[in-house]
Nanobody
Framework: QVQLVESGGGSVQTGGSLRLSCAVS????????MAWFRQAPGKEREGVAV???????NYADSVKGRFTISKDNAKNTLDLQMNSLKPDDTAMYYC??????????????????????WGQGTQVTVSS
């Protein structure tokens, strides 16, 4: 049974930090593109960060320089270190995995439809 379970969300003040984790079971993340998405109320789900099988990463412009995506193939976990948080970062954050041949080797713009496995989400709330 393939499962992705996010953790680490919470409520912080502007400028604070959080580290999100995604524990994956049922497959090895080393063979998949892994990504973080987020969705705020009334908004579309947007890609935040992606890491492909060779370790290359890409980020949404809104988080570049503040967020870092990483994976631990041995532990089969995906992390998102979030620093200098802003109220606009408030959203439900989801980890996702894609097995498509394209996503395994490309770090281009993220489309939720390209990802087949999803976690249940973890809430991040940033107050002023």
């Amino acid at each position: 049974q393939v499962q992705l379970v996010e953790s680490g969300g919470g409520s912080v003040q502007t400028g604070g930090s959080l580290r999100l984790s995604c524990a994956v079971s049922g497959y090895s993340i080393s063979f998949y593109s892994m990504a973080w998405f987020r969705q705020a109320p009334g908004k579309e789900r947007e890609g935040v960060a992606v890491i492909v099988i060779d370790g290359r990463t890409n980020y949404a412009d809104s988080v570049k320089g503040r967020f870092t995506i990483s994976k631990d193939n041995a532990k089969n976990t995906l992390d998102l270190q979030m620093n200098s948080l802003k109220p606009d970062d408030t959203a439900m954050y989801y980890c996702a995995a894609s097995w498509s041949s394209y996503r395994r080797r490309n770090i281009g713009p993220l489309d939720p439809d390209e990802y087949q496995y999803w976690g249940q989400g973890t809430q991040v709330t940033v107050s002023s």
